[in-house]
Nanobody, 117 residues
Framework: QVQLVESGGGLVQAGGSLRLSCVAS????????MGWYRQAPGKERELVAR???????NYAISVKGRFTISRDNAKNTVYLQMNTMKPEDTCVYYC???????????WGKGTQVTVSS
């Protein structure tokens, strides 16, 4: 059983910053990709950023240059530093883990991020 626990969400003013953390625990074999997705009410969940085992990162166009994803392999933790935040960044943010030879995917329960204008 794999557990993902997110933290760091909250309320911030436009232009401000937040840092999300996600700790993975449990029966984890090799980690392939860890990432962050977000979902606004009535919309589909979308990729925000992800980091591969080799360190390669991918970002959504809407956050490129403002958000930075990083990873601490020793702690099975992934971070999302969010700067210059905008009201449209308001969403529930979910941590995602893809692991093992079969690419099993696990999700966290999500953390709310609200950006006020």
């Amino acid at each position: 059983q794999v557990q993902l626990v997110e933290s760091g969400g909250g309320l911030v003013q436009a232009g401000g910053s937040l840092r999300l953390s996600c700790v993975a625990s449990g029966s984890i074999s090799s980690i392939n990709v860890m990432g962050w997705y977000r979902q606004a009410p009535g919309k589909e969940r979308e990729l925000v950023a992800r980091i591969h085992s080799d360190g390669i990162t991918n970002y959504a166009i809407s956050v490129k240059g403002r958000f930075t994803i990083s990873r601490d392999n020793a702690k099975n933790t992934v971070y999302l530093q969010m700067n210059t935040m905008k009201p449209e960044d308001t969403c529930v943010y979910y941590c995602n883990l893809n692991s093992g030879p079969f690419g099993i995917t696990n999700w966290g329960k999500g953390t709310q991020v609200t950006v006020s204008s």
